[in-house]
């Protein structure tokens, strides 16, 4: 099993920034994606960023240069830097992780419980 828990959300006005983190712990072989999620009340979940082991990041247009990702690969540690936040971020920002349980066997979803990040304007 593998545990997914996000932390760093809270309260920032207009023009900000928040830095998240998502650690990932448990029994599994590799995490060869991971990646930030958000929902904002009455809408879906969508993509925000994602991040390969090997580095390459994948960015939402809506926040490409004010957001970006890491990854701590030996910690299995997930970052999100939140620059120059709008009103429009607020949302519930969740961490997934896509795990190998063992070598050559399909990736497996884990998510985390959710932090919420709140803008006012």
């Known amino acids: 099993q593998v545990q997914v828990v996000e932390s760093g959300g809270g309260l920032v006005q207009s023009g900000g920034s928040l830095r998240l983190s998502c650690a990932a712990s448990?029994?599994?072989?590799?995490?060869?994606?991971m990646g930030w999620y958000r929902q904002a009340p009455g809408e879906q979940r969508e993509l925000v960023a994602d991040?390969?082991?090997?580095?390459?990041?994948n960015y939402a247009d809506s926040v490409k240069g004010r957001f970006t990702i890491s990854r701590d690969n030996a910690k299995n540690i997930l970052y999100l830097q939140m620059n120059s936040l709008k009103p429009e971020d607020t949302a519930v920002y969740y961490c997934?992780?896509?795990?190998?349980?063992?070598?050559?066997?399909?990736?497996?979803?884990?998510w985390g419980q959710g932090t919420q990040v709140t803008v006012s304007s």
């Open positions: 991040i390969r082991s090997g580095g390459s990041a």
């Open positions: 997934r992780a896509r795990v190998s349980p063992l070598l050559n066997q399909p990736l497996k979803d884990y």
């Open positions: 448990g029994r599994y072989f590799s995490i060869p994606v």
